[in-house]
């Protein structure tokens, strides 16, 4: 037994200092090791711009504990002698500091939990696996909820996250009188809106080195760096928040599902890179929206929408990861088996509402809830384009994607591939949706009141076929009654023309090259 230091891994989205692992850690008797590794950035191809942000938040992150007195060992990306993988490192690590024992806080990631897990036999000190505290939700706490339970509704975790909380109560009833104002929000976007800008964030020296790096070693992967602003340090997203407290805010639910051309941001707060990687705290971001509301700055359906995003869908969605996992990563509820079309990495497509999302993912590593949901996990969902490559696309472009909140996303929400454990219904639309909420038909190649045909809006003869192709697996879910109640009163000529137009579109669709994802 060796008497050393007790090593600290902090990985690349543990970046807070309150992590569990710090919290009684002695920093005279403690070295905190942080490791850029090779395997993590490619393990799926990410975007330019999320390897930069989080390698330059952990080189800041890495200054400010030192700042505070932690010994830190930083192996950086190009360090010649690494051997690219956590396991390899702290295995390096503990023999380079003659560590006496490891202390870590669990991972996002069902495949890290695995690797950390087999640390205990291979590397021959004691292992502490902590729980990660940042979340309100304990995973005991989830399971215990989700044991109880028949179906797994976000709606009623979300009322008992209000009242473990206290967030917009009144005694033991919802502020307001409701537990959910969502009948107030969702408004489509009026043409000529013009958002509050979104405060960037320079590439400083850090930043700038971080980028020649990424430029250099990962110059195939997707997306672009020409826009890099994103916040890097907890100061900068407390900046980047505060914008979106005071500015956008009071208008966020308004416009929650709104989508305009050349409108990136809208009224979202674009806080989830920072909030995913540690620089910002969940139930503090909650806190601060709850009194804006109570100093009568922004109406409670905003404030209760935004926090309801937070301890709602946040905490349902990674308790339902740690729940499904490994299953999840494998489901396909619906056997799709289409291959990813390669306009999803080009954009280059006809249809504008999803190059407009291809185009800001490119552009911004980032697109909103609403062009996710609706225009790219629709079109995945309808088009029925396996789960596994979905998420593949999803992990790596957005600059918040990690696994546990990306995969129940998109799996469960978006895709039905869990068969309906996360949300009741598949989030199936035609053309119409699209159109109702956006301003892309007006100038796209199809026509979206066109229902078949070569110059038809494809998301209409798709949603026909969606139902159809899946009518033994969904025609029993009450919720889609009226559905199949219309495509059954159909004429077969009808139904015919539908699902022709709909084959010859999938006919169009060219499979992603090998190797943009992995
Ligand atoms: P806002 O609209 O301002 O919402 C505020 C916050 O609420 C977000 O920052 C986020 O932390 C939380 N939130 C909102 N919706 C969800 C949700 N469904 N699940 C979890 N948290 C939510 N979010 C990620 O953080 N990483 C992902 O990889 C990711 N992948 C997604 C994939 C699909 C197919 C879908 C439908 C959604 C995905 N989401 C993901 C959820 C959501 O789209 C993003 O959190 C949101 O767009 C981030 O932008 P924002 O910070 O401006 O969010
Ligand atoms: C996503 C990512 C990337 C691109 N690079 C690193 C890295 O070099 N070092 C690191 O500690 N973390 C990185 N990450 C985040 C990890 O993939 C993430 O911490 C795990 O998947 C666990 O959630
Ligand atoms: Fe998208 Fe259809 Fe509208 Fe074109 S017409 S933008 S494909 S919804």
């Not at 902090?10 to 807070?16: C, V």
């Not at 809208?266 to 109570?294: F, K, M, Q, T």
Request: charged share 25%.
């Amino acid at each position: 037994m060796t008497s050393g230091p007790v090593l600290v891994p902090i990985l690349g989205d543990q970046l807070s200092h309150a992590l569990s692992s710090l919290a009684d850690r002695d920093p005279a008797d403690t070295v905190v090791l942080m490791m850029e590794v090779a395997e993590e950035t490619t393990y799926v191809r990410h975007h330019k711009a999320k390897i930069v942000l989080i390698l330059s938040a952990m080189r800041h992150f890495a200054a400010e504990l030192r700042a505070r007195g932690w010994t830190v060992d930083y192996v950086a990306l190009d360090d010649p002698a690494s051997t690219g993988s956590f396991t390899g490192e702290l295995a390096r690590a503990v023999a380079r500091h003659g560590a006496r024992g490891v202390q870590v806080t669990e991972p996002g990631e069902w495949r890290v939990r695995q690797a950390m897990d087999g640390w205990r036999d291979t590397l021959g000190v004691r292992v502490r696996i902590l729980p990660d505290t940042r979340f309100l939700c304990p995973l005991p706490d989830f399971f215990a909820w989700a044991g109880a339970r028949r179906e797994l509704r976000m709606e009623y975790f979300y009322r008992d996250m209000r009242r473990r909380t206290g967030l917009l109560m009144e005694g033991d009833k919802p502020a307001g009188g409701r537990w959910n104002f969502d009948a107030e929000n969702r408004g489509a976007a009026e043409p000529g809106l013009v958002p509050p800008l979104v405060p960037g964030f320079e590439p400083d020296a850090i930043t700038q080195e971080v980028i020649t790096l990424v430029e250099q070693r990962c110059a195939g992967h997707f997306g672009s760096l020409d826009r890099f602003a994103w916040p890097v340090t907890a100061a900068q997203a407390e900046t980047a928040l505060e914008a979106f407290l005071t500015e956008r805010l009071p208008l966020f639910g308004r416009y929650q599902d709104a989508m305009l051309t050349g409108q990136d941001t809208l009224y979202h707060s674009l806080i989830s890179p920072a909030l995913n990687l540690g620089l910002l705290d969940p139930l503090a971001i909650c806190r601060r929206a709850e009194a804006e509301w109570l100093a009568g700055r922004v109406p409670i359906e905003a404030a209760e929408g935004f926090i309801r995003q937070i301890i709602g869908w946040r905490e349902y969605i990674r308790g339902m990861y740690w729940l499904e996992m490994p299953g999840l990563a494998e489901a396909n509820h619906l056997e799709a088996t289409r291959p990813l079309p390669e306009f999803w990495w080009t954009g280059e497509t006809p249809m504008r509402c999803l190059a407009e999302a291809v185009r800001t993912t490119r552009d911004n590593a980032y697109a909103h809830h609403i062009q996710r949901l609706m225009v790219l996990g629709n079109f995945a969902l309808l088009a029925g384009i396996r789960p596994q490559e979905v998420s593949d696309w999803f992990l790596a472009v957005y600059a918040d994607a990690c696994e546990w909140v990306e995969l129940p996303n998109v799996a469960g929400m978006a895709l039905h591939a869990d068969g309906g454990r996360l949300a009741s219904k598949p989030y199936a639309a035609s053309g119409a949706y699209i159109d109702r909420m956006s301003d892309y038909c007006g100038s796209c190649r199809y026509k979206v009141k066109q229902k078949t045909g070569p110059d038809a809006c494809p998301f209409n003869a798709l949603y026909w076929h969606f139902l159809a192709r899946n009518e033994a697996r969904l025609a029993g879910n009450a919720r889609l009654f009226q559905p199949y109640a219309t495509w059954r009163k159909m004429s077969a000529d009808k139904q015919a023309e539908y699902l022709a137009s709909a084959e010859a579109f999938l006919t169009t669709l060219e499979p992603a090259r090998p190797g943009w994802a992995r």
